[in-house]
């Protein structure tokens, strides 16, 4: 939304209270506000809001080793100490679409081994909207495999 600073003093004063700046242009969004004209900030904020939005994975994860030394009764059965343990899904999300579980230890995805939290956010910041990879886990002692759309 376009506002007048020079015509609207609120839009002013929030303008100085975000930047901390009484110069124009300032582009602000929910997260981030640009000073003049910073070409190199503006294409990536151009890249950010366009184009169709990836769904969100929709879960909440853990490190599985951490996970398991202070939680053993959640092993389900898996023979393997590293991936991401499943805490939570959300529904109608990506990860419920593709089977997930609460308890279930994914331990790829898209072919490449996740070994913890960070691997796997990783690699979900790299798919677009339409993308699907598939995801390895484990679930009650078995391996199992599925599809992530996105």
Request: glycine share 12%; aromatic share 4%.
């Given at each position: ?55 969100p994975l929709g879960l909440l994860g853990a490190d599985a080793e951490q996970y398991l ?82």
């Amino acid at each position: 939304m376009e506002k007048d600073v020079a015509n609207d003093y609120a839009a002013a004063m929030e303008m100085i209270r975000r930047s901390g700046q009484q110069g124009v242009p300032v582009i602000a969004t929910d997260d981030e506000v640009i000073l003049g004209f910073d070409q190199v900030r503006l294409a990536r904020l151009a890249e950010k809001l366009s184009g169709p939005k990836r769904p969100p994975l929709g879960l909440l994860g853990a490190d599985a080793e951490q996970y398991l030394q202070r939680h053993p009764e959640a092993g389900s059965g898996a023979p393997v100490k590293t991936g991401v343990f499943v805490g939570e899904i959300r529904p109608g999300t990506v990860a419920e679409r593709a089977g997930l579980r609460r308890a279930d230890i994914i331990t790829s995805l898209a072919g490449k081994r996740v070994k913890t939290m960070a691997d796997m956010d990783q690699m979900v910041g790299t798919l677009k909207a339409g993308d699907a990879v598939s995801v390895r886990f484990w679930r009650a002692g078995e391996e199992q495999t599925g599809t992530l759309q996105f």
